[in-house]
């Protein structure tokens, strides 16, 4: 958890670290643009894309969290497809519930989805075979009190300022 306390503590200064590149694996993509179809395989399904603007302050949380959790022995080379692709799912979300969402709520989006993923992972919780209707990954939201990760951005600016971290550029 200390890592992704640093992680958090970053939210508040104005700018963010970048990645030196786009982040992609376990299916994943993150980017500014869409991926040109000649760079897409034929034989594997197409990689979800989190298209956005800040791709390389979301790249750079991405690769901090990979090397965390990967160090830490919470994810494998199986459990990685969830754990990368509720972490698309939260940045994917926040971007469409505020189209013009800052990398810094985007960010503390996949951040504040992989402090649910390190707790459902520490209490043994964690369901790495739920799927949604559109075959993502996601926490069943049918069931009571199911959801555990990213909700919405108040929520997300609740946990962190919980914690005591106000994420620059938030009132």
Not at 41 to 54: I, M, N
Not at 84 to 112: I, K, M, P, S, Y
Not at 139 to 151: M, V
């Amino acid at each position: 958890m200390r890592k992704l306390h640093e992680l958090a503590h970053l939210l508040v200064n104005p700018v963010l670290p970048r990645a030196g590149r786009y982040w992609s694996g376990a299916d994943v993509v993150i980017a500014s643009a869409p991926q040109p179809d000649h760079l897409r395989s034929s034989f594997y399904p197409r990689d979800r894309e989190v298209l956005t603007e800040h791709a390389l302050e979301v790249s750079y949380f991405f690769e901090v969290l990979s090397d965390h959790f990967y160090e830490e022995a919470l994810i494998d080379h199986v459990s990685k497809i969830t754990f990368f692709a509720r972490l698309a799912d939260a940045a994917d979300t926040c971007l469409l519930e505020q189209a013009g969402a800052t990398a810094h709520l985007v960010c503390a989006a996949v951040l504040r989805e992989a402090y649910a993923m390190a707790k459902q992972i520490d209490e043994d919780k964690v369901d790495f075979l739920i799927v949604s209707k559109k075959k993502q990954i996601a926490d069943d939201l049918t069931l009571p009190g199911q959801r555990t990760g990213y909700s919405s951005i108040e929520e997300t600016i609740s946990f962190f300022r919980g914690r005591g971290i106000h994420i620059h550029g938030t009132a």
